[in-house]
């Protein structure tokens, strides 16, 4: 399996900016998707944001906010999280999906975001 790590999370100010990144234990050129995903206290997991080798698409609620990108050099996805809101906090997760894969793909541990109004 690929072992996914999360990094970059942390306590912003609204409007301020992050930058999340998911290291692969392997290529990303073998993976078909990857995606991050949030889920904020009492709520469902949500997608965030999704990247292929050709198109990546967001969540309405991020989109002209966050920009998602693959890293080849280092196998990893950024998350690049501008104007952040306090409605953004939660638990961000990567996950990513490739031949082989568990039914729901593989998971990081997840990153805390916390946006202070």
């Known amino acids: 399996q690929v072992q996914l790590v999360e990094s970059g999370g942390g306590l912003v100010q609204a409007g301020g900016s992050l930058r999340l990144s998911c290291f692969a234990s392997?290529?990303?050129?073998?993976?078909?998707?990857m995606n991050w995903y949030r889920q904020a206290p009492g709520k469902q997991r949500e997608l965030v944001a999704s990247i292929t080798s050709t198109s990546a698409n967001y969540a309405d609620s991020v989109k002209g906010r966050f920009t998602i990108s693959r890293d080849s050099a280092q196998n990893a996805v950024d998350l690049q999280m501008n104007s952040l809101q306090p409605e953004d906090t939660g638990v961000y997760f990567c996950?990513?999906?490739?031949?082989?894969?568990?039914?729901?793909?593989?998971w990081g541990q997840g990153t805390q975001v916390t946006v202070s109004s």
């Open positions: 392997r290529s990303i050129f073998s993976i078909n998707i």
């Open positions: 996950n990513a999906d490739y031949p082989g894969a568990p039914r729901e793909g593989s």
